[in-house]
């Protein structure tokens, strides 16, 4: 019914702030989705048509061998981002499938807080690469390698947000519940 909100996974009504919460990662997630599907169907639609006029005029795209070294860190990025977004990292289930649940919400608070750390670490520590690839060219295409190095950004960026943010959640819900593989498992 409008204006009740809507419900949460265990039946009850969610709160606003975990709505608001839940908005920029699903925002991210979707950048993820469309930034890892363009670039994949450039690099093979690039690569197709590279092979053809290797094949069938015995000559190639001069810039097909290069435009991975702006795309492929691109494609990464979003698969990571889409990844965190989703809460399917890689992961080791076996600690919090052993812990209460306040013990769980512990270990993932702790978890997410080292993610943060880790992630703003590497966006600190890259600055110096980032300065020198926005002077760096690749010989073929001519275009920045700061193109294909600030995915760095978004990709560690994104990881630092969505950890963040579900700390924020945590705390607001403090329910981590117990991990169920079926749920997330991607084997």
Not at 95 to 103: H, R
Not at 130 to 155: D, E, F, H, N, P
Request: proline share 4%.
């Amino acid at each position: 019914m409008p204006g009740q909100g809507t419900t949460d996974q265990r039946g009850g009504r969610s709160r606003p702030l975990l709505r608001w919460v839940q908005l920029p990662i699903v925002l991210l997630d979707w950048s993820g989705q469309i930034i890892a599907a363009l670039t994949l169907a450039f690099l093979f639609c690039a690569l197709l048509v590279n092979v053809i006029l290797r094949y069938v005029m015995n000559t190639g795209l001069p810039w097909a061998s290069e435009i991975h070294a702006v795309l492929l860190p691109w494609m990464v990025a979003g698969g990571v981002v889409i990844a965190a977004a989703r809460g399917r990292n890689i992961a080791i289930t076996l600690l919090p499938d052993l812990l209460g649940a306040q013990a769980r919400l512990w270990l993932f608070a702790a978890v997410n807080v080292m993610i943060l750390v880790i992630a703003l670490s590497v966006l600190w520590s890259s600055q110096p690469i980032l300065k020198a690839a926005q002077v760096q060219r690749l010989s073929t295409l001519g275009i920045k390698q700061i193109w294909g190095y600030s995915s760095l950004i978004y990709a560690f960026g994104g990881m630092a947000v969505i950890a963040l943010l579900d700390m924020l959640r945590l705390l607001v819900e403090r329910d981590v519940g117990a991990s169920d593989p079926t749920k997330t498992s991607l084997s």
